[in-house]
């Protein structure tokens, strides 16, 4: 049972345009939830993440929005830049804090055109 | 240091050997992870330690043996693996709900 769905396995954007990246849930209990970028053959960085009890948190280039009554968050890239090109996966844990559980999604790859 | 620093970077052991990986972080972070990620998947849980102690197994097979020696190291002892085991290995560590992870460990059995 997929508890963090990312249903699209790519992205294609133009330099400068928006990105933006989708993540569903079905565990109610998730309470917090983060994207994370990664590389071919490097370990996951840590992009931006949000409480359950907000509906947007914004860092620089990167937004992410979350509808709880959905279960549906997304990422946000403005303006996209060809570094960005990467696989990006959203995560979501329960009753959060140190040593809680990440459940991920599958990922989607995004790239940005020049 | 704001860091997870993993060793080695790559490792190639046959199915009889024994070795270990190597995590660390100064972060001042209690909370310290083991994940195992295939290619084109996401990453796996496999260990929790909270507070150097063992919180969550995820019913991991016991030819991985993980250790955490002090607040800042966490070993993985791998003997006795699989070809099916061969996988980037991931360290992780978190003092709220971010957690930061390494760069990995390429491990291959042959």
């Known amino acids: 049972d997929q508890q963090v769905k990312q249903n699209s396995p790519s992205l294609s954007v133009q330099e400068g345009r928006i990105s933006i990246l989708n993540c569903d849930y079905t565990?109610?209990?998730?309470?917090?939830f983060l994207w994370y970028k990664k590389y071919p053959a490097e370990g996951p960085t840590f992009l931006i993440s949000?409480?359950?009890?907000?509906d947007k948190n914004e860092d620089g280039r990167f937004t992410v929005f979350l509808n709880k009554s959905a279960k549906h968050l997304s990422l946000h890239i403005v303006p996209s830049q060809p570094g960005d090109s990467a696989v990006y996966f959203c995560a979501a844990s329960a009753a959060g804090g140190a040593n809680s559980k990440l459940t991920f999604g599958k990922g989607i790859t995004l790239s940005v055109r020049p | 240091d704001t860091e997870v620093t993993q060793t080695p970077k790559h490792l190639v052991m046959g199915m009889t050997n024994k070795k270990s990986l190597k995590c660390e972080q100064h972060m001042g972070h209690r909370a310290m992870y083991w994940y195992k990620q295939k290619a084109k998947k996401p990453p796996e849980l496999m260990f929790v330690y909270s507070y150097e102690k063992l919180s969550i197994n995820e019913s991991v097979p016991s030819r991985f043996s993980p250790e955490c020696p002090n607040s800042s190291l966490l070993n993985l002892h791998l003997h006795a693996l699989q070809p099916e085991d061969s996988a980037l290995y991931l360290c992780?560590?978190?003092?709220?709900?971010?957690?930061?992870f390494g760069p990995g460990t390429r491990l291959t059995v042959l």
């Open positions: 992780a560590s978190s003092l709220y709900n971010e957690q930061f």
């Open positions: 565990n109610s209990m998730f309470d917090y």
């Open positions: 949000i409480s359950s009890i907000k």
